[in-house]
């Protein structure tokens, strides 16, 4: 089991950055494979961005390819995303979550969830 709590959502300006954590507990996060969600108001939630096992591999989202950057620290059991050049486009709750094995960009794939944090861009 793992669990999942993201911190570092808020409010922030059209251009502007921030960054998001997700901290997990559980057993043998260096095993798995985290991606980050998106969904907002009246939208499917959608692929944002990926990272393997090990931090070495990452997948992004092309919508925010460039802006966004995904780290995972497994010393700390600690992933995070940087956002920069934020657009009112990219508001929505974001969510972490958690794959035992390989990097997916598939939502269906990940096992694990964390409650989400609330990011608004304003223009």
């Known amino acids: 089991q793992v669990q999942l709590v993201e911190s570092g959502g808020g409010l922030v300006q059209a251009g502007g950055s921030l960054r998001l954590s997700c901290a997990a507990s559980g057993r043998s996060f260096s095993s798995y494979a985290m991606g980050w969600f998106r969904q907002a108001p009246g939208r499917e939630r959608e692929f944002v961005a990926a990272?393997?096992?090990?931090?070495?591999?990452?997948y992004y989202a092309d919508s925010v390819k460039g802006r966004f950057t995904f780290s995972k620290d497994n010393a700390k059991n600690t992933v995070y995303l940087q956002i920069n050049s934020v657009t009112p486009e990219d508001t929505a709750v974001y969510y972490c979550?958690?794959?035992?094995?390989?990097?997916?960009?598939?939502?269906?794939?990940?096992?694990?969830w964390g409650q989400g944090t609330q990011v608004t861009v304003s223009s």
């Open positions: 990272i393997s096992w090990s931090g070495g591999m990452t």
């Open positions: 979550a958690a794959k035992y094995g390989r990097i997916s960009s598939v939502l269906r794939e990940y096992n694990y």
